[in-house]
């Protein structure tokens, strides 16, 4: 009989009793915290789609969650909104680039963090997280000003290397916290057997680090599709912009709110990112605990 299983034993019906409440209130407490977050992040969303349901009128005047006469007004009015497809296919086009930029210099870059020892290692992984303490509105004017000077204003390619150095801090830091936890031994075995450098990390490392680097992809892809500040700074014409900022524009210029139409324009833009995360959930959730332990 372990220690334990003794002092449960030798305690009296009251220290039981007050133990067995002591839990409950452990586990109910939890179960509150958990079910409050829950709430907190779900119902935003459920108010959304029902609002995406109703007329204009039935917004202010149908109260109730769930709408009374429910119509498609509102995903018709986006679908025929000018703009609507070819900003979708811009957001698609600039987050999936985003992901695979970020991955091809995050993964070296963290790499070389964790194999190579050099003076000031620490010093300078310190330092390429400080860009994730400036704000996004700070980088609006600077970014601005260099796109006008490079001449890269409207160009797809410009709102990919914005976005791509506004996540690769996180996304280096991610990935030195996975890598450090992969075995050396490994490296070493495949090194013995002759295999370069190059090799190593493509056949050893990089499906070792699958989980971290779909974690990164996902998060880069995130970043770029709600980014709307950098949008607004280096885009000017309508066949360059992304979601974000087709939303903003269905403020008419009277000011009166298409509510309807923004609730089905958010419902549109998140279903298909929350599919695919479902999709793929247990390797963020892997990716971002292997990436937080050090």
């Known amino acids: ?33 958990l079910a409050f977050l829950a709430v907190w992040t779900i119902f935003p969303i459920l108010l959304t789609l029902s609002i995406s349901f109703k007329t ?17 007004q509102g995903y018709a009015s986006v679908l025929a909104q ?7 296919i811009n957001s698609l086009v600039v987050g999936l680039g985003t992901s695979v930029l ?15 020892r ?14 994730r303490l400036i704000p996004g509105l700070g980088l609006m004017v600077p970014l601005y000003r260099l796109a006008v000077w490079l001449g890269a204003i409207d160009q797809l390619l410009t709102l990919i290397v914005a976005f791509t150095g506004t996540v690769l801090p996180l996304a280096v830091w991610l990935l030195v916290g996975f ?10 075995a495949a090194m013995v057997d002759g295999a370069a450098l190059p090799k190593r ?6 499906p070792l680090a699958l989980p971290a680097m779909i974690t990164i992809g996902v998060l880069a892809f995130r970043e770029a599709w709600n980014e709307f500040n950098l949008v607004l700074a280096l885009t000017s014409s309508p066949g360059s912009r ?9 403020t008419q210029t009277t000011g009166f709110q298409n509510n309807p139409g923004q609730a089905a324009f958010a419902i549109m833009t998140i279903i298909p990112f929350i599919f695919v995360y479902l999709r793929i959930e247990r390797f963020v959730v892997g990716g971002i605990t292997s990436g937080a332990v050090k």
């Open 56 to 72: 204009r009128a039935d917004v202010s005047a149908d109260p109730g969650f769930i709408p009374s006469n429910p119509t498609l």
């Open 242 to 250: 992304t979601l974000p900022y087709e939303l903003f524009l269905m």
């Open 102 to 116: 970020t991955l091809a210099l995050a993964v070296p870059a963290a790499y070389a963090f964790v194999r190579f």
């Open 1 to 33: 009989m372990s220690a334990q299983t003794r002092s449960r034993s030798q305690r009296t019906p009251g220290e039981r009793f007050v133990a067995a409440v002591r839990r409950r209130l452990r586990r109910t407490g939890i179960w509150v915290v």
């Open 179 to 188: 890598f450090q936890h992969v075995p050396r031994e490994l490296e070493e």
């Open 201 to 206: 990390v493509r056949y050893v490392v990089l």
């Open 118 to 131: 050099f003076r000031g290692r620490h010093l300078l992984l310190l330092f390429t997280l400080l860009p």
């Open 82 to 88: 000018e703009g609507f497809r070819s900003a979708f």
